[in-house]
C-alpha cells in the first residue's frame, strides 16, 4: 500500500506543475530535490530510531503522517504550496522504510519476497491513479491517501518482535564504511537514474502517451519487479545481484536513448524491472545481512537514495539548460551506471579483504 500511494504520487506530481499550475522544468526539479531533501534526513533519524525505540512505532508514526500529508497534494493552488506539502510528504517517507526492512528480515522474511509487495504496490497503484486522473488529476492524489490509510491500519496489526535495544550512535560511521561499496553504487547508479525519473512523465507524453498509459508504462515496470524479485533474487548472493543490476541499468538505459514513440519504451520497463530487481533486493540483502543495526543500516540505503533524489534533479537541470534534450541525460545515466558498477566491483573486494567477511 505504501509502495503504491508513494510512485503514484511521483508520477503525476510533476504533470499537476507543469499542465495545472503552469510551471516549468526547473520548478518540476525544484520540488523533487526538496522532497529527496526531507526523506534523506528523516531516513537518518529514523532509521537509527527504529533500532533504539523499536520498529512498530517509528513504522506506525510513518504510515499516519503519511496519510496526511499525501492528501494535501490534492489541495496544492499554488506553486509554493506544493513544494511546501512536497517537503513534508519527502519527511514522512522517510520514517518507516528503515524499521520496515528491519522487521521484515527479523520475521524471516525473504528480502526478495518483501520488496516484491512494495513493486506490486507500485504497479496497481500506478493503474489505479492514473485511471482517476483521467477524470481529474487531483484525484489521483486523494487515492494515494487511501493507500497509505490501508498501509497504516494493517500496520497496527503487527505483532511486536521481542528484541534488544541496540545503542547506535549518532553518527554511525562504523555502519556506514561497513557498507560503503553498495551505498557509493547506489548513489552513482541511482542519481544519473533519477535524472531521468525527474522528467519521466513529460519524457512519456512527449512520446504520444496519455495520462493513463503513463500508469500503464509504469506498471508494467512493476509487474517485471515483482515477478524476478520472487522469482529470481533470493536465489543469489547479494553481490551478484548487486552487479547484475548495474549492467543491465546501463543496458537500459541506453535502449532508453533510442526509442521513437511510446510503444517502443513498453518493452524497455521489463529489463528495467530485473535491473532494479536486482540491485534494490541485493542492496538490502547487503545492508540487512551483514549488520546488526539493521534498521540504521537499511535507513542509510534509504538516504542513499534520497540522496540520489537530491543529486539526480540538479543533473536533470543543468543538462536540459545547456541543451534541451531528454537524450544527454539518458546517456549520462548509461555512463554512470558502468561507473558505479567498477567501484562497486573494487571497493567489495577490498573491503570484505580488509574486514574478513564473507560474500553474503
Not at 529514523?46 to 520498529?55: C, E, K, L, N, Q
Not at 497504516?152 to 553518527?171: D, K, T, Y
Not at 553498495?182 to 547508479?189: E, G, T, W
Not at 543533473?315 to 536540459?320: E, G, K, V
Amino acid at each position: 500500500m505504501a509502495g503504491a500511494a508513494v510512485l503514484s504520487s511521483f508520477t503525476y506530481v510533476p504533470i499537476l506543475a507543469k499542465s495545472y499550475l503552469g510551471e516549468g522544468e526547473f520548478y518540476i526539479s525544484l520540488i523533487v530535490t526538496v522532497y529527496a531533501t526531507a526523506s534523506f534526513i528523516s531516513s537518518y533519524v529514523f532509521g537509527r530510531a527504529g533500532d533504539i525505540f523499536g520498529r512498530r512505532v517509528v513504522l506506525h508514526a510513518g504510515l499516519f503522517i503519511s496519510t496526511i500529508s499525501f492528501v494535501l497534494v490534492s489541495v496544492a493552488y499554488s506553486a509554493e504550496f506544493l513544494l511546501i506539502i512536497r517537503a513534508l510528504n519527502g519527511f514522512s517517507v522517510g520514517i518507516y522504510p528503515g524499521a520496515l526492512a528491519a522487521y521484515a528480515y527479523e520475521t524471516d522474511m525473504p528480502m526478495g519476497r518483501f520488496a516484491s509487495f512494495g513493486a506490486i504496490g507500485w504497479g496497481f497503484g500506478t493503474i489505479l491513479a492514473g485511471f482517476a486522473a483521467g477524470f481529474d488529476i487531483r484525484a489521483a492524489f486523494w487515492i494515494t491517501g487511501v493507500f497509505f490509510m490501508i498501509a497504516f491500519i494493517s500496520a497496527m496489526g503487527l505483532p511486536e518482535i521481542q528484541r534488544e535495544r541496540i545503542n547506535v550512535p549518532l553518527f554511525p560511521l562504523e555502519t556506514i564504511k561497513r557498507n560503503l561499496p553498495v551505498y557509493a553504487a547506489v548513489l552513482i547508479r541511482h542519481s544519473s537514474a533519477f535524472a531521468i525519473w525527474t522528467y519521466w512523465p513529460l519524457f512519456l507524453a512527449a512520446l504520444g502517451a496519455d495520462l493513463l498509459m503513463i500508469g500503464v508504462i509504469q506498471a508494467m515496470n512493476s509487474i517485471a519487479q515483482v515477478v524476478f524479485m520472487i522469482g529470481i533474487t533470493d536465489r543469489f548472493q547479494c553481490e551478484r545481484l548487486i552487479v547484475m543490476g548495474l549492467v543491465t541499468s546501463a543496458i537500459t538505459f541506453l535502449w532508453f536513448a533510442v526509442v521513437t514513440d511510446f510503444i517502443q519504451i513498453l518493452p524497455t520497463q521489463i529489463l528495467l524491472g530485473f535491473s532494479w530487481a536486482c540491485l534494490y533486493v541485493g542492496a538490502l540483502k547487503y545492508v540487512t545481512e551483514r549488520n546488526e543495526e539493521r534498521a540504521t543500516a537499511s535507513g542509510l540505503l534509504t538516504s542513499v537514495m534520497s540522496i540520489s533524489g537530491m543529486i539526480g534533479p540538479i543533473i536533470a537541470a543543468a543538462y536540459f539548460t545547456i541543451w534541451p534534450s531528454y537524450l544527454p541525460i539518458i546517456l549520462n545515466a548509461v555512463v554512470m551506471s558502468l561507473v558505479a558498477l567498477v567501484i562497486f566491483w573494487v571497493s567489495s573486494k577490498r573491503l570484505d579483504s580488509y574486514l574478513e567477511m564473507p560474500a553474503c
